[in-house]
């Protein structure tokens, strides 16, 4: 299999030679840069990277409004790259459809497994931020939230507020479950006692039954938070 191919955006340019130094080194190709969102929308066109390195805050076009440009054009998967400070610009990259999100602070191993992770189409969710920034927006304090983790604050129950009349099974509500806790396909396979291509079955009909774009925003809707999409 081929090394992903990574598109980087982020108005800092020390910030991206340092996560370009990181990647190549790991043997992952950075294809390009860009500064803005206008540019990484324009370079993902023009490059067709398998992977978008996003940050959020820009000048001009900013990293949500480039997701939702890259993802309705179907240029390229988007890992957002996010502080702990960004939790209302990262619900709106979940509803603009990015692939996946990671804390800025990750390590290298930790950076480069989500790089494969969302070239892979397996998408991926760093705990931590999604619970942020999804409590934020329903109203309970960040603060509120256990820290460590565990299976009940990741998940939050997440699958237990979907109608029955959505029409997931009980398969499909345990994998919406481990979803919510960020865990990749081999993990929710070993949990479950199911083969990976089984659980991948599983996921793509969650979200074509909750008519969600990528994992994090079916997160988003089970959670109640996205009832308009």
Do not use: C, W, Y
């Not at 191919?5 to 030679?17: K, N, T």
């Amino acid at each position: 299999m081929s090394a992903p191919r990574v598109l980087l955006v982020d108005d800092h340019g020390a910030i991206r030679e340092a996560l370009r130094i990181m990647l190549e080194s790991h043997g992952l190709v950075v294809v390009g840069e860009a500064a803005d969102g206008e540019t990484a929308v324009r370079n993902a066109a023009a490059l067709r990277p398998d992977v978008v390195l996003m940050d959020l805050r820009m000048p001009g076009m900013g990293g949500v409004a480039a997701t939702r440009e890259i993802q309705a054009r179907g240029l390229a998967d988007v890992l957002v790259l996010t502080s702990f400070d960004e939790d209302e610009l990262v619900f709106g990259a979940i509803r603009a459809g990015a692939a996946g999100f990671l804390l800025k602070t990750a390590d290298a191993a930790t950076l480069v497994d989500a790089v494969h992770r969302v070239a892979a189409g397996e998408g991926l969710l760093d705990p931590r931020v999604t619970r942020r920034a999804l409590a934020a927006l329903a109203g309970a304090g960040a603060e509120d939230r256990p820290a460590d983790g565990g299976a009940e604050s990741g998940a939050d129950a997440a699958a237990r507020g979907i109608p029955d009349a959505v029409g997931l099974t009980g398969r499909e509500r345990d994998v919406l479950d481990g979803m919510a806790l960020g865990r990749s396909n081999a993990e929710l396979a070993e949990s479950l006692g199911i083969s990976v291509p089984t659980v991948k079955t599983h996921v793509s009909n969650v979200l074509a039954k909750l008519g969600a774009r990528s994992r994090s925003h079916a997160v988003a809707i089970a959670r109640g938070l996205d009832a308009g999409r």
